[in-house]
């Protein structure tokens, strides 16, 4: 069973920033990143993602987060951390860490991050 360690979050105004930490020790990871699902019944989506190949990793994210989300890696420490700035009150949200490794993924519990207006 693989280990998924959230952390981060909270209540922050529109326009402030927060960063998330994810780290899966102990795992050969492919690649790790956030998703998030802004209210119950509603479809997760995705925030940002980095692959763990090679030295620089490619990323991915969502494109409402482009330009103001920034994924980056640990690699030797499998921890991901995601700066969030300019929050936006749709950015209100529950942010779930996954971990990706060969076909399987592995989920955290999900962090609530609520941007007041």
């Known amino acids: 069973q693989v280990q998924v360690v959230e952390s981060g979050g909270g209540l922050v105004q529109a326009g402030g920033s927060l960063r998330l930490s994810c780290s899966a020790p102990?795992?050969?990871?492919?690649?790790m990143g956030w998703y998030r699902r802004p209210a119950p019944g509603k479809q997760r989506e995705l925030a940002a993602?980095?692959?763990?190949?090679?030295?620089?990793?490619?990323?991915a994210y969502g494109d409402s987060v482009k330009g103001r989300f920034a994924i980056s890696r640990d690699n030797g420490e499998n921890t991901v951390h995601l700066q969030m700035s300019s929050l936006k009150p749709e950015d209100t949200a529950v942010y779930y860490c996954c971990v990706k490794i060969g076909p399987d993924e592995f989920w955290g519990q999900g962090t609530q991050v609520t941007v007041s207006s």
């Open positions: 102990g795992s050969t990871i492919n690649a």
């Open positions: 993602l980095v692959t763990f190949f090679g030295d620089g990793g490619l990323t």
